[in-house]
């Protein structure tokens, strides 16, 4: 599928995949997603491609996530179906992306954030810079860090994964190098030299590791014995508690940050990491947050948190149910449960 939003070129033995939405930080499309899945399948079994560069074309960021006003339309007028199968076809990409049989390089230089995510941690080398500003904010908007984002979050150490869950805290290069989340470090000014030199055969690692940089330090270093402490438990009700108890300057920021998130997706959040941690598979994890998605698009949070912080841009939204005490333990079990099979997410 051919689309403007995104450049697919080859050049000597790399496959290039370039965002090309500036105007939106390169927000992914159902087009894009399209485009991005037949070119990675048409290179899986091309022995003249050896690796594949995912990078953005110009603008300020690598990608702000996926199209999450498509999917709130769908919730207020065709019952969640676009909705449900924009999920569907991103989450196969996701997929298809982790279990891809040539290297990925995925060059997050800017703003990388939910669907931004979803393609970018799938790549077995992830590139930061001094730009790179990470997050998964999808609490925020009555939404749940999908597109892969309970197997990634949950296999941080020290309970940081939980942390970047509810609160949609965001890293810079330095943080996501010092957490894993980047597999390197490198100036922004080296960028194209090193994609150059992948793309004229030289070994992938062997470059990123020549041109790496020591990053400043990770700010979030100082905080992580706090984040394991005060986000240890599985309970919304007692993170809160813990951060209520600590009259530090820190405690108090994270907890009232944690009081404007929706008090559904913060219980679903940890729900979703707990589950996921079990899981022994990337497609099994992809199945579950096939099911949350498929519910979570219609209850009252999503497009209501869609609508206050980008449709109306009030910052006020008005979450259902209002509390965390107001999330039954039945009501996330609904959430969680099976699809009937024929609805059931499946890998491509």
Same mark, same amino acid.
């Given at each position: 599928m051919n689309t403007d939003e995104l450049l697919v070129r080859r050049e000597d033995a790399a496959g290039f995949l370039s965002l090309n939405r500036p105007k939106a930080i390169h927000a992914l499309t159902v087009e894009m997603d399209h485009a991005m899945t037949e070119a990675l399948l048409a290179w899986r079994d091309d022995p003249e491609v050896k690796v594949v560069l995912l990078d953005h074309a110009e603008g300020r960021g690598f990608c702000a996530g996926g199209d999450v006003n498509l999917v709130r339309q769908s919730a207020l007028t065709d019952g969640g179906e676009r909705g449900r199968k924009f999920f569907y076809e991103e989450y196969q990409?996701? %997929?298809?992306?982790?279990? @891809? $049989? !040539? &290297?990925?390089?995925?060059?997050?230089?800017?703003?990388?954030?939910?669907?931004? =995510?979803?393609?970018?941690? +799938?790549?077995?080398?992830? =590139?930061?810079?001094?730009?790179t500003r990470f997050a998964m904010p999808e609490t925020g908007i009555g939404l749940f860090p999908d597109v892969g984002g309970g197997w990634?979050?949950?296999?941080? $150490?020290?309970?940081?994964?939980?942390?970047l869950a509810l609160t949609g805290a965001r890293l810079d290069g330095a943080e996501c190098l010092w957490t894993g989340l980047a597999t390197h @470090?490198?100036?922004?000014?080296?960028?194209?030299?090193? !994609?150059?030199?992948?793309? %004229?055969? %030289?070994?992938?690692?062997?470059?990123?590791?020549?041109?790496?940089?020591? +990053? +400043?330090? $990770?700010?979030?270093a100082a905080n992580a014995q706090a984040i394991a402490r005060h986000f240890a438990s599985d309970r919304l009700e007692d993170v809160l508690a813990s951060l209520a108890a600590d009259d530090g300057e820190w405690a108090a920021k994270e907890l009232a940050t944690l009081r404007l998130k929706s008090p559904q997706a913060c219980k679903v959040a940890l729900r979703q990491l707990a589950e996921a941690a079990r899981l022994d598979s990337f497609a099994e994890n992809m199945v579950m947050e096939y099911r949350i998605a498929a519910r979570v698009l219609m209850l009252p949070d999503f497009a209501e948190g869609v609508?206050?912080?980008?449709?109306?841009?009030?910052?006020? &939204? !008005?979450?259902? $149910?209002?509390? &965390?005490?107001?999330?039954?333990?039945?009501?996330?079990?609904a959430i969680f449960a099976a699809l009937p099979a024929d609805q059931e997410w499946k890998p491509l």
């Open positions: 990409l996701n %997929h298809l992306m982790f279990s @891809y $049989p !040539k &290297p990925i390089v995925a060059f997050i230089d800017g703003i990388t954030m939910g669907g931004g =995510v979803g393609i970018s941690q +799938p790549a077995q080398f992830r =590139v930061a810079t001094e730009n990634y979050l949950s296999r941080l $150490p020290g309970r940081i994964g939980q942390f @470090y490198l100036p922004a000014s080296q960028l194209a030299e090193a !994609k150059q030199r992948i793309a %004229h055969g %030289h070994d992938v690692a062997q470059v990123l590791a020549a041109l790496s940089v020591t +990053p +400043p330090e $990770p700010r979030i609508r206050a912080v980008l449709v109306d841009k009030d910052n006020a &939204p !008005k979450w259902n $149910p209002a509390t &965390p005490e107001g999330v039954t333990d039945e009501r996330l079990d």
